[in-house]
């Protein structure tokens, strides 16, 4: 028996179709899979054998081959357990009351035949949409951040067993859309609010201006004076994202596996990497190369706190992303371009000799001219 269902991986924040065809053929039992897997989706043969039998089916003794096309495309993720399932329940006859080539699924299956959520779900439902794939089949902890695209089908699934009726026509299930009126109004409830500020009219002059105008800021100042108190702070008094802004960050976020348990990012990003942090950190890498602390900080803010300190080369590495708003990491496996438009707001303490040349005040004396306190 022969099948052919359609997934996606991601390379990047792009999206490509990925037919995997299954056949069941007479021979010695064995399972394979063909067409550059990953390890992760070689070992997905040993959760889909013992997902389906959890789920109350008896798999096939025979041959099975796995064909992943095209053939000449990495695939990685887990995210292609549920079409190699459905491939093989198809093929057995369990699936046969549904034409499956509208239909593109995305999931990891667990032993006991759940469906796990996934990395990246929305920059595949998107790059989908964009390759005029309507209905998607995707794990429920997976819903909100996906059901936010327009013009797509997001059909929510728990289980194996749930996914199975509904393709059967035994089960029906709604199509999941979710409602983000209300999101971008609460964008003014912030843990760390520019109000919280006192004194500093020219600190906060400067921030205030840097903010209207997306501009980068250097703060320099005696240690304790508020420096970084009030970087925190800069983003309760930026701009609202709008809707296009906050899905370009959300599927950053989703590729890097950061969403947790917000399915949207609807406000800034302040991201504040530590003066150790590689430049591989600062840019993004790795082997398949993720998206570092610039691209995190799309259209937010990007703190480095203690300028000074961080080595010089991982400074340099800022130049490329704040010129053209975006970074291309070059690595043997891929080369990826992730979006890097930011704010950069730095800090540092003065050199002795600046501080004997325009006599900054201490901490102490701040302290008592603002609040009055007779030396």
Do not use: W
Request: proline share 6%.
């Amino acid at each position: 028996m022969y099948s052919k269902v359609k997934t996606c991986v991601l390379q990047g924040l792009n999206g490509f179709i990925i037919e995997v065809e299954t056949d069941i053929s007479r021979g010695l039992p064995t399972f394979n899979i063909v067409g550059l897997p990953d390890t992760a989706i070689k070992e997905s043969k040993e959760r889909v054998r013992t997902a389906i039998k959890n789920s109350g089916y008896e798999f096939p003794l025979n041959r099975i081959t796995i064909n992943l096309a095209p053939a000449n495309l990495k695939k990685e993720g887990s995210q292609m357990d549920l079409s190699i399932a459905i491939g093989v329940l198809s093929a057995m006859g369990v699936v046969n009351n549904c034409d499956l080539n509208g239909i593109s699924f995305l999931g990891e299956l667990s032993l006991d035949g759940k469906i796990n959520k996934i990395e990246g779900a929305l920059p595949m439902v998107i790059s989908l949409r964009e390759m005029n794939i309507k209905n998607i089949v995707l794990p429920y902890d997976n819903r909100d951040e996906c059901g936010v695209i327009d013009d797509v089908n997001i059909i929510p699934i728990k289980d194996l067993n749930e996914l199975i009726m509904y393709l059967n026509g035994e089960f029906k299930i709604e199509y999941y859309k979710k409602d983000i009126r209300d999101l971008f109004d609460v964008n003014d409830n912030f843990a760390d609010d520019f109000s919280d500020i006192k004194g500093q009219e020219g600190l906060k002059r400067a921030l205030e201006v840097s903010a209207a105008g997306s501009h980068n800021i250097l703060i320099i100042g005696p240690p304790g004076s508020g420096k970084t108190m009030a970087a925190r702070r800069l983003p309760s008094i930026l701009p609202n994202l709008t809707f296009e802004e906050s899905i370009e960050i959300t599927k950053i976020y989703s590729v890097a596996g950061l969403l947790n348990d917000e399915f949207l990012v609807s406000r800034r990003p302040f991201r504040a990497p530590h003066h150790t942090a590689s430049a591989t950190a600062l840019i993004g890498g790795g082997r398949v190369p993720k998206p570092g602390e610039v691209s995190l900080a799309h259209h937010g803010v990007l703190f480095l706190d203690e300028l000074p300190e961080f080595q010089k080369n991982v400074l340099e590495v800022l130049r490329q992303p704040m010129e053209d708003g975006f970074v291309t990491i070059s690595r043997v496996n891929a080369t990826l371009s992730y979006p890097a438009e930011f704010m950069l707001v730095a800090s540092m303490n003065p050199c002795p000799c600046m501080n004997k040349m325009f006599d900054y005040p201490s901490p102490e004396s701040l302290y008592q001219v603002e609040n009055k306190v007779p030396a």
